[in-house]
């Protein structure tokens, strides 16, 4: 972005109020009228990846026109104008997309949402650090887009999918899980992840939960010393589980002695939005394959 543009912006959003707010919140503030007049806004920026997908899945994808550089999911994502990175949007890029609603991270991205609202844009702010959270954010969501009958049913559809995973594992012991963020150096989650509640949900004890913190460092001393039943590798942190298993340094732990190492896709743990719902089964399978299999069969 130019920089000169930059300071423009931001001056007359946030200092001034004479130059580039003036000019852009009439038109915005009509686009708002007509939203509240159709009920479903026809400009819908997201910007965050758990968002767009909770967009979509609402059935609003064909009225998105802009996602961060990192939304890649559902495949008609990656066809929309990006904003730039959730850490870093380009607040000019939106503010010319003229949106009649933007959907934001609450805490992430905060100072973003106050330039925004001061250009006369409309920002729905959520920011989901737990299952029963993301139903919450659908419900936001989709009244916000207009599309409440839809949220009401991907709500219960996956509420009940997260009711059958705590019936399945409900009554079997806990197992002690490690969960490998990154390989080099060795990152885990503390207790303050989305992928926390995950573990917690999916019948599971997140060893590293002692740590008030997001990702957590681990060595592998307090690897040993957590000794993990289960030890979970995402999949953007090593191509091949077998570096686990075969790592002589690791052959003591439990899970490794017992070959409980398992792999899962990222985006399934780590990104808030309704593909949790199916990582949080997979995760099930992996933490109690037999409960859940048995549950299946009734």
């Keep these: 972005m130019n920089k000169q543009k930059w300071l423009y912006l931001l001056s007359g959003l946030l200092v001034t109020a004479m130059f580039l707010a003036p000019a852009l919140a009439p038109k915005q503030q009509d686009r708002m009228k007509q939203a509240a007049l159709t009920s479903k806004p026809q400009r819908i920026v997201s910007m965050s990846p758990g968002n767009t997908e909770i967009v979509?899945?609402?059935?609003?994808?064909?009225?998105?026109?802009?996602?961060?550089?990192?939304?890649?999911?559902?495949?008609?994502?990656?066809?929309?104008?990006?904003i730039g990175g959730y850490h870093a949007p380009d607040v000019e890029k939106i503010v010319s997309l003229a949106p009649d609603v933007v959907f934001a991270m609450t805490d992430i991205q905060a100072k973003y949402i106050q330039i925004l609202r001061q250009a006369g844009?409309?920002?729905?702010?959520?920011?989901?650090?737990?299952?029963?959270?993301?139903?919450?954010a659908i419900d936001i969501i989709s009244e916000a887009l207009g599309e409440e009958a839809r949220g009401r049913q991907l709500h219960q559809e996956l509420a009940g999918q997260l009711d059958q995973v705590r019936r399945q594992v409900g009554t079997a012991p806990a197992k002690r899980t490690f969960l490998e963020v990154w390989d080099t150096p060795l990152l885990t989650v503390g207790r303050q992840s989305f992928i926390h509640d995950l573990i917690t949900q999916a019948g599971g004890i997140n060893v590293s939960a002692d740590k008030n913190v997001d990702y957590t460092p681990c060595d592998i001393e307090q690897l040993y010393a957590y000794n993990p039943e289960v030890y979970v590798v995402l999949s953007h942190s090593r191509e091949d589980i077998r570096s686990v298993i075969t790592n002589p340094n690791l052959a003591a732990i439990q899970a490794v002695k017992t070959n409980q190492v398992f792999s899962i896709t990222d985006d399934l743990l780590q990104r808030p939005?309704?593909?949790?719902?199916?990582?949080?089964?997979?995760?099930?399978?992996?933490?109690?394959?037999?409960?859940?299999?048995?549950?299946?069969?009734?």
């Excluded at 059935?59 to 994502?77: H, I, K, L, M, N």
């Excluded at 593909?275 to 409960?291: D, N, Y």
Aim: net charge positive.
């Design 56 to 82: 979509f899945a609402l059935g609003a994808g064909d009225r998105v026109v802009g996602v961060t550089s990192y939304s890649d999911y559902p495949e008609e994502a990656k066809t929309k104008p990006t």
């Design 273 to 298: 939005g309704p593909r949790s719902f199916t990582g949080l089964v997979k995760l099930a399978e992996i933490l109690h394959p037999q409960e859940m299999k048995e549950r299946e069969k009734k």
């Design 121 to 136: 844009i409309r920002v729905v702010a959520v920011e989901p650090k737990t299952l029963p959270e993301i139903l919450n």
